[in-house]
């Protein structure tokens, strides 16, 4: 089992940035991918950013250049970095992680950008 803990979420005007935290713990040795995925009212659950084991990262379109996904294995923590928020990046952010047993999920954590 891994268990996931996200903070960090708030209220930002837009421009501004927010840094979401993950924490892992459980069987973290076998987790291969963590991501961060999103969900807006009436919206699917969306890949935001996910970073492997080896560090490859990846982003979704609407997130290149704005957003940084990173590892600190020593705190068994990921982090999103958000930087120019936007109206359109309001959601609920979740944790996932992914190990040989299949996925998991934090419990979310609210992001809410101001015009």
């Known amino acids: 089992q891994v268990q996931l803990v996200e903070s960090g979420g708030g209220l930002v005007q837009a421009g501004g940035s927010l840094r979401l935290s993950c924490a892992a713990s459980?069987?973290?040795?076998?987790?291969?991918?963590m991501g961060w995925y999103r969900q807006a009212p009436g919206k699917q659950r969306e890949l935001v950013a996910a970073?492997?084991?080896?560090?490859?990262?990846n982003y979704a379109d609407s997130v290149k250049g704005r957003f940084t996904i990173s590892r600190d294995n020593a705190k068994n923590t990921v982090y999103l970095q958000m930087n120019s928020l936007t109206p359109e990046d309001t959601a609920v952010y979740y944790c996932?992680?992914?190990?040989?047993?299949?996925?998991?999920w934090g419990q979310g954590t609210q992001v809410t950008v101001s015009s």
């Open positions: 459980g069987s973290i040795f076998s987790i291969s991918i």
């Open positions: 996932n992680a992914v190990n040989f047993r299949g996925g998991y």
């Open positions: 970073i492997t084991s080896d560090d490859e990262t």
